[in-house]
């Protein structure tokens, strides 16, 4: 009895970081549930619940199968009360009332809604929707003060709000590329976010670059950024500088995930390509949208801290989450998207690629294509 028991119990490791999530869910209708949860307590800033809901998503997503009974789970990490309630109501009746109320709530709604604007996060949207504010025609027709990203997040709304193939993140690789090895050559242009976790889609489309000699990358960001203006590529764009400081990075919140490189935040102009053009005809026009909004981030690190850009920046943000509090509290160091610190030895550990990066942090290497917890 008890062997039959143990054989049906699943078992994975506490931290996200040590598993292998792929792409392959075996419990899309248990952790969309509790991503629907994990989403309002985030957009309510209620941090600690959404991290919770997150961390039970992400078991769930390592499972091999899909769970049949509640017993199966039985000695599995992370799953507290309140998602395994969810996930008993689940197997039980097939849904959850709890995230039903949720999704059906004009609140979460409207924060949804609100935040789906490129350039309005969780404080914003609450203030809004206090004003009455609980849609884009409330939004247009009352006229709160907008910045100019917030207006060209409302002006490229729906192009925004679609999300970005692979295909089309690759042509936007091509016209980045081009500019950058005119502006520097030997520089290079590296595919993050998503789309490097082998992700089909994504809401943007990351890059990172570099160059192979320390300092080169100095000053390119905005001769970049002004080439790609001057070639028609950005609807929108802000670029900030690179604020860190070897000496003063001990990050002492290994929660947070700010980092200091040399950014860009777009909106580029993406030609489509003849046959999607007519397929996403624009109904207001009487000829359909030549192209179409994207979201493009550019972000520069010079090659040594290259590894841990590469790292922090390839997602999922759990998985980083979870790499930097495996750093913490399993290891005593401190890992950032620039550096690592061992607080032990009061040292930087350097590393050239991601792969000593998880052998400092004594972590089994998990591949990109497997860090989709
Ligand atoms: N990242 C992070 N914390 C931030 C910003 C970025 O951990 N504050 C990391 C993790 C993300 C990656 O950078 O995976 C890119 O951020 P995105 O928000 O673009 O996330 P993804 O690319 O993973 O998802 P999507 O497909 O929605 O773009
Ligand atoms: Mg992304």
Redo the contacts with the bound molecule.
Sequence with gaps: QQDNESEDVFSVPNYACQRRTTLQNHNTVLTEALSILAENAELNEEDGRGIAFRRAEAVLKALPRAVRKLTELKGLPCLGEHSLRIIKDILEKGVSSEVEATKQSERYKALKLLTGIFGVGAKTADRWITMGIYNLQQLQSSGPTLNQAQQAGLEHYEDLNQPVTRAEADHIGEIVRRVVLCVLPGAQLTL????R?G?P????V?FLITHPEEGREVGLLPKVVSLLKSQGFLLYQKTTKNSYLESEDRPTQPSS??DRFERCFSIFRLKSHQESAEVRGNGSESRPKSWRAVRV?LVVSPISQFAFALL??????LF??ELRRWAGHEKAMSLSSHALYDTKQNSYLRAASEEEIFAHLDLEYIPPSERNA
């Design positions: 993050i976010g998503g789309f976790r992700k889609t994504g809401h943007d990351d995930n700010m981030d922090g920046w390839t997602g999922s943000k980083e989450r």
